[in-house]
């Protein structure tokens, strides 16, 4: 599986972006995706994920209500909405898959990972 990630930038605070992260490789598994985010020195931490079957969702809490995960699976590409973004979403942001039941979403222990793609929010 590779997983090629796009749409960082540089936008000021309040403003959106999208992220977007293409799946590509092995099919016919049922993959969870997700994103994380890393800050320079500390570890990855999860930020979204997103069920095989798209019917189920999981945020970390200091995005909830203003980011949005949504998948395409005849795009084989996951999407991270991004809104009223603030200067602490400053991060490299890494979109992952995870083999995993239909309806689970992980929020760990991924095994598949895209390059990084940096967000810098401007005050």
């Known amino acids: 599986v590779q997983l090629q990630a796009s749409g960082g930038g540089l936008v000021q605070a309040g403003g959106s972006l999208r992220l977007s992260c293409v799946k590509s490789?092995?099919?016919?598994?049922?993959?969870?995706m997700g994103w994380f985010r890393q800050y320079p020195g500390k570890l990855r931490e999860f930020v979204a994920g997103?069920?095989?079957?798209?019917?189920?969702?999981r945020y970390a809490d200091s995005v909830k209500g203003r980011f949005t995960i949504s998948r395409d699976h005849a795009k084989d590409t996951v999407y991270l909405q991004m809104d009223s973004l603030k200067p602490e979403d400053t991060a490299v942001y890494y979109c992952?898959?995870?083999?995993?039941?239909?309806?689970?979403?992980?929020?760990?222990?991924?095994?598949?990972w895209g390059q990084g793609t940096q967000v810098t929010v401007s005050s």
């Open positions: 992952g898959a995870k083999y995993y039941t239909i309806t689970g979403v992980p929020t760990t222990q991924y095994d598949h």
């Open positions: 997103i069920s095989w079957s798209g019917e189920n969702t």
């Open positions: 490789g092995r099919t016919g598994r049922s993959y969870a």
